[in-house]
């Protein structure tokens, strides 16, 4: 089983940045893929990016593409998400999100089977 908590939102202006970290317990990421997602209010929950165990390759949805970051710190088994140039647009309730790797489906959220609580990001304009 594992257990992931969120952490990093907050409050900021349009054209700052953030940090989102996923730390997860239980056992670690070795052999997972793992990915955030968000979910703004009445819309569904849609993927951000994922990063392969196997490969090593990192996946990101064309919004955030040349301003968002996906790594991990495998010896900390810690999952983060960095944020540059966040639009308004990017408010939403950021997930973060673990699944054994089987490369394919990153961008599907079936793909995962283990969640983070959420946390809220909001980006004023």
């Known amino acids: 089983q594992v257990q992931l908590i969120a952490s990093g939102g907050g409050l900021v202006q349009a054209g700052g940045s953030l940090r989102l970290s996923c730390a997860a317990s239980?056992?670690?990421?070795?052999?997972?893929?793992v990915g955030w997602f968000r979910q703004a209010p009445g819309k569904e929950r849609e993927f951000v990016a994922a990063?392969?165990?196997?490969?090593?390759?990192?996946y990101l949805a064309d919004s955030v593409k040349g301003r968002f970051t996906i790594s991990r710190d495998n010896a900390k088994n810690t999952l983060y998400l960095q944020m540059n140039s966040l639009k308004p647009a990017d408010t939403a309730v950021y997930y973060c999100?673990?699944?054994?790797?089987?490369?394919?489906?990153?961008?599907?959220?079936?793909?995962?089977?283990?969640w983070g609580q959420g946390t809220q990001v909001t980006v004023s304009s």
């Open positions: 999100a673990a699944g054994r790797d089987s490369s394919w489906g990153y961008e599907s959220t079936g793909r995962y089977a283990y």
């Open positions: 990063h392969s165990w196997i490969s090593g390759n990192a």
């Open positions: 239980g056992r670690t990421f070795v052999g997972y893929a």
